[in-house]
């Protein structure tokens, strides 16, 4: 229970410190969205439309810096993010929610796949080191890991895409189709998505492996496997149940972070397919200094990440006893 409570305190802390960075970053940077927006109308808005629109962006420049505090804290604990400056008057809200679907959709599930595999694979070959699958299998996906996403993306879209016309070049269904839940819909949807999900895959599962593999090797050296061995434990037992089930504790971790990081999707990936997601809206809201759609977007980010250490921190704390202080 203290050690609970003491990563419950962790996530509070680091939240608010966190919150407030987002609050002062943007109000530290010159000019506002405000000014931005009235920059779209060529300066013709009076001076009290431009008030108006502070408001509507919470950068009220005509009261105090605490009070602006407050009420961002109390807005974001009620949802209340403002209006979007490149979807205006749509609310940021609704922007991110609306994106939020495609890219839990696609870059969690290639997240949650990309580890599983990548375990499982580190696992054996660790089991099998030196053999065929450890001298093969491996190594493959990890020089396939140091190519950046853009490149494997762009040859993606000019194979399969392109030159053998298999799969669309991007987006996340066809231009033009009202989304429903229909079958030819979801259907469309995943065939936009394999390419895209096939990058994320291809990219990031050589890492897993390498970590998992690297784990399971210094496990496999420790006394009491040696123990499981002296007491004719089947090797499926030992290599999932004694060695797979310590190693995975470091990579959890790091799991539990890539898992928060789904949330912002992948950037570059998204930007490649102009799949309608997370990620592909920060960039837009960079680019268009659209500041309300980018504090709430790594606001977001942040609470993601710690969610999902602290959803790790739990799995952790059932795995390994000595976390619970059991010896």
Avoid: C
């Avoid at 966190?18 to 009076?46: D, K, V």
């Avoid at 399971?216 to 499981?228: G, N, P, V």
């Amino acid at each position: 229970m203290q050690y609970i409570l003491k990563r419950l305190g962790f996530f509070v802390v680091t939240l608010w410190a966190a919150m407030t960075i987002n609050f002062f970053l943007p109000r530290l940077m010159p000019g506002n969205p405000a000014i931005a927006m009235m920059a779209r109308f060529h300066g013709r808005l009076s001076g009290a439309a431009l008030h108006s629109m502070e408001v509507a962006f919470g950068v009220n420049t005509h009261s105090g810096l605490v009070p602006q505090y407050f009420s961002y804290l109390g807005n974001s604990f009620t949802g209340h993010f403002g209006k979007s400056l490149t979807f205006f008057p749509t609310t940021v809200a609704s922007v991110v929610f609306g994106a939020l679907p495609w890219t839990l959709g696609l870059v969690g599930v290639t997240t949650v796949f990309a580890f599983i595999v990548g375990t499982l694979i580190g696992i054996f070959a660790a089991w099998h080191r030196g053999g065929r699958f450890d001298s093969v299998l491996p190594p493959v996906f990890i020089i396939l890991s140091a190519f950046p996403y853009f490149f494997v993306g762009l040859i993606g879209i000019l194979v399969f895409a392109i030159k053998l016309n298999w799969l669309p070049q991007g987006f996340g269904y066809v231009n033009g189709v009202s989304p429903s839940l229909s079958w030819s819909f979801i259907g469309d949807v995943l065939s936009h998505a394999v390419l895209p999900g096939a990058t994320i895959i291809v990219t990031s599962i050589g890492g897993w492996i390498l970590t998992m593999r690297n784990n399971m090797i210094s496990t496999l050296s420790e006394d009491y496997i040696r123990m499981a061995r002296a007491k004719g434990l089947s090797p499926w037992r030992i290599m999932l149940d004694y060695a797979g089930r310590n190693a995975i504790l470091p990579n959890l971790t790091g799991f539990g972070m890539s898992l928060g990081f789904v949330v912002s999707g992948a950037i570059l990936v998204e930007y490649v397919f102009s799949y309608p997601g997370v990620g592909y809206m920060l960039l837009q809201a960079v680019l268009n200094e659209d500041y309300p759609l980018m504090q709430t977007l790594f606001l977001l980010i942040t609470v993601a990440v710690l969610v999902a250490v602290l959803i790790v921190d739990a799995v952790t704390l059932v795995l390994d006893p000595r976390t619970r202080g059991v010896s």
